[in-house]
């Protein structure tokens, strides 16, 4: 079975700190990407990465950087964090722009 | 642009009662067209994926949706609701190397 593994599943933070979330999946895919659940809105798409060292940005990627160094780690980064950024992060895999696999996903709350 | 619209942000239905999720899409080429479901505080599983093979799609725990190209659309249905399929399901519509997702639809399976 593919395996996508987000480091935290809940996470609190403070206004300002810079907030660093892991995601480690175990397939070789080749593409892996960032979302970003609230309540009415679904998920919208924060960063993908096709490559390693290869990103693009998705709808809503202001506030956000990612950084792709080996083929299975894809890290979201929040430079700042902010109260507006309290949400429910999901990271998935996939190859072929078929389906994606999802990771638990991290809840993460802002104060 | 690819968009998917799914109608009805809450559904409710009692223990043995047709399921019937709506997904409406909208796309300039063939599109790859997938359903998900997210239970409580998990990530979202794969129920089925429309990859242009078949027009009627067979998902796991006795789901299924029909791609109808004159309709745009690809419902998700089950004949007989169970109270353990109450959870959030996601349309989503392959666009170039991304899944674009619609804002979800909560099922509610009252006994």
């Known amino acids: 079975d593919v395996k996508v593994t987000q480091s935290s599943r809940y996470l609190v933070k403070r206004t300002g700190e810079k907030v660093f979330l892991e995601c480690v999946q175990d397939m070789d895919h080749e593409n892996m990407f960032w979302y970003r659940q609230d309540p009415g809105l679904g998920l919208r798409l924060i960063y993908f990465?096709?490559?390693?060292?290869?990103?693009e940005k998705g709808d809503i990627p202001e506030g956000y950087s990612v950084s792709r160094e080996k083929k299975e780690r894809f890290s979201l980064i929040l430079e700042s964090a902010s109260t507006n950024q309290t949400s429910m992060y999901l990271c998935?895999?996939?190859?072929?722009?078929?389906?994606?696999?999802f990771g638990q996903g991290t809840r993460l709350t802002v104060v | 642009a690819q968009s998917v619209t799914q109608l009805g942000s809450h559904v409710s239905v009692s223990e043995g009662a047709l399921v019937l999720l709506r997904c409406n899409y909208s796309?300039?080429?063939?599109?790859?067209l997938f359903w998900y479901v997210q239970y409580p505080n998990q990530g979202l599983q794969l129920l089925l994926k429309?990859?242009?093979?078949?027009?009627l799609v067979k998902g796991i725990n006795g789901f299924e949706a029909e791609f109808k190209k004159s309709e745009t659309s690809f419902h998700l249905t089950k004949p007989s609701a169970h109270m353990s399929d109450a959870a959030e399901y996601f349309c989503a519509v392959r666009y170039t190397d991304k899944l674009i997702f619609g804002t979800g639809t909560r099922l509610q399976v009252f006994p």
């Open positions: 429309y990859t242009s093979a078949a027009t």
């Open positions: 998935a895999s996939g190859t072929g722009g078929h389906e994606a696999f």
């Open positions: 796309s300039s080429v063939p599109p790859y």
């Open positions: 990465s096709y490559d390693v060292k290869m990103k």
